[in-house]
């Protein structure tokens, strides 16, 4: 009998493990996530989407565990007029703008596949470049002769 109950045992330990390490998600999926926030509030011509984490801090809580994170996002070719937010499909913008953000990311224990973007302040960090003919263009719309 002993026997039976600690077969019972370890494997409801392996389900829980296995059922945990599914649900949890990566700090790039949380900060991927904040971008994704910034796409539906901002909603900016072209969709941003990650680039790179440059700098996080991670606060494990009683019930949430809160990430700040340091960022860059870059202008995809995909645009945001049919509502549709997913950025998978997307490549990179070439001239595209890269922004820097930090960002504060709260994900609940109880719900950890669903983050909560508390605040997301970003910088434009790198603007496209023009080529000459467009200079000459920019420059007759500002009023340059």
């Known amino acids: 009998m002993k026997s039976l109950q600690r077969i019972v045992l370890f494997v409801g330990l392996v389900t829980l493990a296995v059922v945990d390490s599914a649900s949890a998600l990566t700090k790039r999926d949380v900060a991927s996530a904040a971008v994704d926030h910034y796409n539906k509030r901002f909603t900016p011509t072209n969709l941003f989407k990650l680039l790179r984490i440059t700098g ?46 930090n960002t504060r990311v709260i994900v609940p224990k109880h719900s950890p596949t669903q983050p909560r973007v508390f605040s997301i302040n970003c910088r434009t960090t790198q603007v496209p470049r023009f080529n000459p003919e467009e200079w000459a263009v920019l420059a007759r719309q500002i009023g340059d002769p």
Request: charged letters at 25%.
């Open 56 to 101: 996080t801090t991670t606060q494990d809580l009683s019930e949430v565990v809160t990430y700040k994170f340091r960022l860059q996002m870059k202008e995809t070719i995909c645009n945001s007029d049919g509502g549709t937010y997913e950025t998978d499909g997307c490549n990179f913008k070439n001239d595209g703008v890269t922004m820097t953000c």
